[in-house]
């Protein structure tokens, strides 16, 4: 059984993404919902840059991500009479 390992630029965005949450977990209560916003964009994009780094396909993984989005766009629209 092989253990995989991580490139070490997908290393760094995971370790970096897990800052971004960790310090917007620690100081939730007195960051500006702008800040905080900020925080998670950047944790969110250093994962999807992370994922998208190391998936062996990487146009099914659009693919996945394409359809995901839109499904949930037309689940909300359709909640939401729009």
Known sequence: MSKYVLSPI???LFELACRFESYADEHTETLTF???ENLRYYEIKLLAYGNFQESRDPNLFLEDELNEAAKFLAELSRSSGG
């Open 10 to 12: 997908s290393r760094r």
């Open 34 to 36: 702008e800040d905080y």
